[in-house]
């Protein structure tokens, strides 16, 4: 069955320092990955999506993404993380023709 | 410039009072879907409409209804809220039936009291 698994339900970095958000997936085909950003009380945003191509993938506010098939990983990272990036961040993978299926997220905090 | 507008934003209901939330878009996407949310969990998809065509997922409750009376909106109906359904409803649209990028509402966070 596919799955997508972030093995970090919570992560606390300083402004400023690097960032990294793993996500993992079980998918039997080459899949369709997505990384979702939520701000509290507000309806998700999409960061990045990986379809085919370039395995390195460039995203909005700063973040990247890489394509690992060989460790069926896609993980988001930004080298430099600024307070407003505070929010719960989703991985997802697409299962079907109209289907996501989505991580159970990662909540990022920033200390000043 | 929202291209997917929930309302309301906060719903109270009271334990079994049929509730109704609405979705509109400015798109012109072919597919709207409805998700549920819970606190710290991952957004469920409930069903989706490609169209006119809806998608029940296997494992919704049939509590959970939907309408869709034109491209622009999509209504999520609950027939009798009970205190497990308080959750975030989350709109989403999609231009076709596939894996395009689907484009969030803000949301609207239901409570049942």
């Known amino acids: 069955a596919q799955s997508v698994t972030q093995p970090d339900i919570h992560i606390t970095v300083s402004e400023g320092a690097s960032l990294e958000l793993r996500c993992n997936y079980s998918y039997g085909a080459t899949p369709y990955l997505f990384w979702y950003v939520q701000s509290p009380g507000q309806g998700l945003q999409l960061l990045l999506k990986y379809f085919s191509g370039d395995t390195l993938v460039q995203g909005i506010k700063g973040f990247e993404a890489e394509f690992k098939r060989s460790q069926s990983s896609f993980n988001l990272r930004k080298p430099s993380v600024h307070w407003s990036d505070a929010a719960e961040y989703f991985c997802a993978v697409g299962a079907s023709t109209d289907k996501l299926i989505f991580g159970t997220g990662t909540r990022l905090q920033v200390f000043p | 410039d929202a291209m997917v507008i929930q309302n309301p934003r906060y719903q109270v209901t009271q334990f079994g009072k049929p509730v109704t939330l609405s979705c509109s878009q400015t798109l012109n996407h072919n597919v709207m879907y409805w998700y549920q949310q819970k606190s710290s969990q991952a957004p469920k998809l409930l069903f989706h409409y490609y169209d006119k065509d809806f998608n029940n997922e296997a494992d919704t409750p049939d509590n959970f209804q939907s309408r869709r009376p034109n491209t622009s909106f999509c209504f999520l109906d609950i027939r009798s809220p009970g205190l497990g359904d308080a959750a975030m409803y989350l709109c989403?649209?999609?231009?076709?039936?596939?894996?395009?990028?689907?484009?969030f509402g803000a949301g609207t966070r239901l409570s049942v009291l």
């Open positions: 989403a649209t999609s231009s076709w039936e596939g894996l395009d990028i689907q484009y």
